[in-house]
């Protein structure tokens, strides 16, 4: 079953000259499949992902996600979709600062009005699972940078989303803390079954992934599967990033 | 581009950041100015009543003028603490110390000359306003004039106030690190401690300055008011710094109620913020306290009149003295006047001995208890019995009714060697105020003996139900009175050998005096009004482009416009009105104090002006709240 397709997405910005981001964009995902997009710098992906998110409405073309297209629903009513369907994790973590760890986590559920017996053992729970339980009472700007998108990981699935949304998760940790984070969205998607999809610059981080594709000025342009061995499905990102910067400049930016 | 072109730049291309600074300086600038025009217009410095008023009205221009300039300083502490940031850019770009505080010291100029401007020519057209409706108050024509004096002191001060300000700014960006500076006002702030200790402090001392306000009388007032004015204002530090974070963190520890939906944001935000605003409360409450007890204890002098009514029983009185030669010609005049304004009256004459106390050395009144039991059935007061030397003191006018103790005492009279004892307080005054000091009632049987050895004297009173008709008669023997005094201003003790009051005379000249504090006082409000709501809208715009943060942070989350909504306006609302509401107790509890002091209710005054106040709060706060509102909205969308 599919739980997120994209049907001829265009977005272009309008302005004095209309900018096209995104040229007709196709793709499905299935039902817990972790799904991560690369591209040079400009190439539209976070584009796509914002489109995804209902941060940003598209020029024309459709999303549907889990049958169903948000971009025709009302301001407030695509509010509530995103707390409940969708879950979010960012590079620069997006954490209230004055809010401690725990109130992070249960935010969505006060949103919701959920009862507070039950936001207590669910942010036990998940804190647990993901090794921030002695950090809990702790105000966000006390704790390191793994901690916090770990924080952020836990407020995004907390509410059990359809569909979890990363954008550049590791962009902004150090090695240790990137594999931290990636095995814990690994985790997720293979205990929980969530589905995923994943913005990313770092190769390493997309490695994690069961498929990626590359976009390229605003285009799908290449696609490869994870097909078992992560060092193998590495060194074949390394591969397809190279190609897609040797195509029409001299220099490649990653030399193998 | 030259340095000083840039500074000018950096103000004029920037219009929006400085405009409240800019508008709050201007709006002092002008209400000082128009309290200079009225004070030194010209038709203002004749006349005892007028001249008062223009000296009342330069002494709230200096209050303005220094309230000003603390108002201006936090101003300009609030807005360079929005501009860190780009300090802290201009500084990379390596930009000295020294140059930064000039660049400040410039563009403070800058602004600070445009508000003086701008300030005086609204003030000019204001001022029109502010010589008729002040005019109108005072019962005084006043034409449109202004004063050469006005326009040069209201300059020259406020320039030397914006040279002292500008000069005090760079002590206000200090020596701070670049990376500082970049980082702003961004930089997490950790939560204040509350201290259960200092929390009970302000408890005790709010509680404890409100118990003696609200039991305070006419005897204690006096003492007490220090003290309480003191722990009012320590508790109320206290309460908004101590007390209010002691409060929000037990609101915290009950997560039922702060994990409800949008509580968690709302609660952990004010938290948060609460040592910044503890102050800003803080400041509001004071500020906004001191308004409503300025412009309420005036008011409440209104109800001053009616006392006033009550120490003259007779609206009309003349009082001739043994060498006054002229009784009957004045009393033909005040009657013939009687009969040009076609009223009808009651003319009551009594008889007056005067004395002199032994213990006080000073002259008594004396009055029959026949000739006051005469007075009294006319004024529905109970008759009095009084044998042998036994005596009655009564008050010379209403308010001091209450000081008069009823105690026992004994007045030898120096004169007769009389020796009287005082029994009790009569009911009273019978006898118009200004008609004798000291009255004492006594037997007839003394008044026999007394007779030989003391100076007489006649008052005539004149009692009338329509009196405010007859505000006219006898104006010609006041005159002749005022003119005697001023004949006599250097001769402490000569008297004049006849005594005239008229009770309509007296209250015009009182309403007007009333109308003058009034006006005085609605203007000095009026600014600390403007400043406490500066205030907040400082604070408001300080913290603007963080909350747009954490807003674009929890929207892309899924934030309804509701939730946002609720959010945004419990925060205001909380904000706007946590000082005024402490300020309105704080003002309750001094009405109440004020209330020991008079006779009559002030309940009704003080209602209207607190009434009037929150009204124009309300007001204020829909304002803001909607271009709050719309710029979060802009940041969300």
Redesign the interface.
């Given at each position: 079953m599919e739980m997120l397709k994209v049907n001829k997405l265009v977005k272009t910005y309008e302005g004095k000259v209309a900018t096209p981001v995104l040229k007709g964009i196709n793709l499905a995902v299935r039902q817990g499949e972790f799904v991560g997009v690369m591209g040079p710098s400009g190439s539209g992906k976070t584009t796509l992902l914002n489109m995804v998110a209902t941060i940003d409405s598209p020029s024309s073309g459709e999303v549907i996600i889990n049958g169903m297209n948000p971009h025709t629903l009302k301001k407030d009513k695509l509010a509530s979709f995103r707390r409940r369907e969708l879950g979010f994790v960012f590079q620069s973590f997006n954490l209230l600062n004055t809010l401690t760890v725990e109130e992070n986590i249960v935010l969505p559920l006060t949103l919701e009005g959920v009862s507070v017996r039950k936001m207590r053992s669910d942010a036990r729970l998940l804190a647990d699972r993901l090794g921030i339980t002695p950090i809990l009472d702790k105000r966000s700007y006390e704790i390191s940078g793994g901690q916090m998108q770990r924080t952020a990981i836990a407020r995004a699935i907390i509410h059990r989303p359809k569909l979890l949304l990363a954008d550049e998760p590791t962009g902004n940790l150090d090695s240790k803390s990137s594999k931290d984070v990636m095995e814990t969205l690994e985790n997720i998607n293979k205990s929980d079954g969530t589905t995923m999809m994943m913005v990313t610059h770092d190769a390493f981080a997309a490695s994690y992934c069961d498929r990626v594709i590359f976009i390229k000025d605003g285009e799908l342009y290449h696609e490869i599967f994870n097909t078992g061995n992560r060092q193998v499905f590495f060194q074949q990102i390394m591969d397809a990033l190279s190609m897609m910067s040797a195509d029409h400049s001299e220099f490649s930016t990653v030399r193998v | 581009m030259n340095f000083r072109q840039f500074a000018f730049n950096n103000v004029f291309r920037n219009k929006r950041t400085y405009a409240a600074y800019f508008l709050s300086s201007a709006f002092s600038v002008m209400i000082f100015f128009i309290y200079s025009v009225i004070a030194f217009h010209p038709e203002m410095q004749e006349g005892m009543v007028v001249n008062l008023a223009s000296q009342a009205m330069k002494i709230a221009q200096w209050i303005v003028y220094v309230f000003s300039f603390f108002f201006i300083l936090y101003s300009v502490s609030a807005f360079l603490k929005t501009r860190q940031h780009e300090f802290g850019v201009l500084m990379m770009q390596g930009m000295s110390h020294r140059q930064m505080n000039r660049l400040v010291f410039l563009e403070n100029m800058i602004i600070g000359i445009a508000s003086i401007i701008v300030g005086i020519v609204v003030g000019l057209v204001m001022a029109k306003v502010g010589l008729v409706v002040g005019g109108n108050m005072m019962d005084v024509q006043l034409s449109y004039y202004i004063a050469p004096k006005a326009l040069t002191l209201t300059g020259g001060s406020f320039f030397v106030l914006f040279i002292v300000i500008s000069f005090l700014t760079q002590f206000m960006i200090g020596k701070s690190k670049v990376i500082q500076l970049l980082q702003g006002t961004n930089k997490?702030k950790?939560?204040p401690k509350a201290s259960l200790l200092l929390s009970l402090l302000a408890a005790i001392l709010l509680g404890g300055g409100y118990f003696l306000a609200a039991t305070a009388n006419a005897g204690t007032i006096g003492i007490l008011m220090l003290p309480v004015i003191v722990m009012t204002i320590i508790g109320s530090y206290f309460l908004f710094t101590q007390l209010s974070v002691f409060i929000i963190n037990l609101i915290k520890k009950n997560?039922?109620f702060f994990?409800?939906?949008?509580?968690?944001?709302t609660i952990?935000?004010l938290?948060?913020r609460m040592k910044d605003n503890a102050r800003m409360f803080f400041m509001v409450c004071i500020v906004s306290t001191v308004a409503f007890c300025a412009v309420g204890s005036l008011a409440s002098f209104g109800v001053l009149g009616k006392q006033t009514e009550l120490s003259y029983p007779f609206q009309i009185s003349y009082l001739s003295k043994e060498d006054n030669k002229r009784a009957s010609e004045h009393l033909d005049r005040i009657e013939a006047d009687f009969k040009n304004a076609n009223a009808i009256y009651e003319k009551v004459t009594t008889t007056v001995l005067y004395q002199t106390s032994k213990q006080s050395e000073s002259g008594v009144s004396l009055l029959s208890a026949s000739e006051y039991n005469k007075l009294a059935a006319l004024l529905h007061i109970d008759p009095i019995q009084l044998k042998g030397t036994d005596a009655m003191v009564m008050p010379h006018n209403f308010e001091y009714k209450k000081i008069l103790g009823a105690g026992k005492r004994d007045i030898t009279l120096k004169e007769s060697g009389i020796k009287l004892r005082s029994i009790g307080v009569a009911e009273g005054p019978v006898i118009s105020q200004g008609m004798g000091s000291n009255w004492v009632i006594i037997s007839d049987e003394v008044v026999e003996k007394i007779q030989g050895s003391s100076k007489k004297g006649i008052i005539t009173g004149y009692r009338l139900d329509a009196w405010e008709d007859a505000k006219d008669v006898g104006q010609h023997v006041n005159e002749e009175l005022k003119s005697w005094y001023e004949a006599h201003a250097e001769d402490r003790e000569a008297n004049p050998s006849f005594g005239f009051t008229s009770l309509a005379d007296l209250l015009a000249m009182q309403n007007q005096m009333y109308s003058i504090m009034m006006f005085s006082a609605l203007l000095v409000g009026a600014v600390f009004f403007i400043a406490s709501g500066s205030f907040l809208y400082f604070r408001l715009y300080t913290d603007l482009e963080q909350d747009k943060e954490?807003y674009k942070?929890?929207?892309?989350?899924?934030?309804?416009?509701?939730?946002l909504s609720k959010i945004a306006t419990t925060q205001l609302l909380l904000l706007f009105f946590i000082p005024i509401i402490v300020a309105i107790i704080h003002s309750v509890f001094a009405f109440m104090a004020l209330q020991s002091l008079m006779d009559l209710s002030i309940a009704g005054q003080a209602f209207k002006v607190l009434g009037g106040f929150t009204v124009a709060q309300i007001i204020y706060f829909m304002a803001i709240r909607w271009r709050y509102m719309k710029h979060l909205r802009e940041a969300l969308h």
């Open positions: - | 997490p950790p939560e997560r039922n994990w409800r939906r949008t509580n968690l944001i952990s935000d938290a948060y954490r942070a929890i929207g892309k989350i899924g934030l309804k416009d509701k939730e």
